[in-house]
């Protein structure tokens, strides 16, 4: 069941051996479950309480395979503690066969609740190797093990002059 006006997320684990690219086959079935304020608003009832299924089939490319770690600002501190800035290092290898340079835009979302973002967004410029490493500074809202803030690369294409 889905709450009106909550983002959702899926994570699901791929497998460890097969070839490129990943056959996947996504099948959803869910309800939208009534609240008190969906529940007086009769425009928006035929949304609310009813089965809905989702399906899709698609080719997941993996181009790159992340590392991500929370590094301490303060000297000697092992932890990131409430209120501190922290480094959230990014670790990036290339799976394509044949690496070569390229430029990659590497974005961070995160609940406010739990992180502060003071980058949300960089330029890596990826090396010939295929490896490339970014650091965000960012500081945790709150005490605890918190989920690290979500990744997202995205591929530059030059436009020659």
């Not at 983002?7 to 070839?19: K, N, Q, R």
């Amino acid at each position: 069941e889905l709450i009106p006006n909550v983002v959702a997320s899926l994570i699901w684990i791929l497998p460890l051996t097969g070839e490129l690219p990943i056959s996947h086959k996504l099948s959803i079935d869910y309800r939208v479950k009534p609240t008190k304020e969906t529940e007086s608003q009769d425009e928006r009832k035929d949304f609310i309480d009813r089965l809905y299924t989702y399906r899709e089939a698609f080719d997941l490319h993996v181009g790159y395979e992340l590392c991500a770690q929370m590094l301490s600002q303060q000297p000697g501190a092992q932890l990131c503690r409430a209120g501190a800035a922290c480094d959230l290092v990014i670790s990036l290898r290339s799976l394509s066969s044949t690496p070569f340079i390229e430029t990659l835009y590497i974005v961070l979302d995160a609940d406010e609740k739990l992180w502060t973002l003071t980058e949300r967004a960089k330029v890596l410029h990826v090396k010939e190797s295929g490896l490339g490493q970014i650091a965000f500074s960012v500081m945790p809202c709150a005490a605890g093990f918190l989920p690290y803030p979500s990744i997202s690369v995205y591929s530059c294409k030059t436009i020659g002059v």
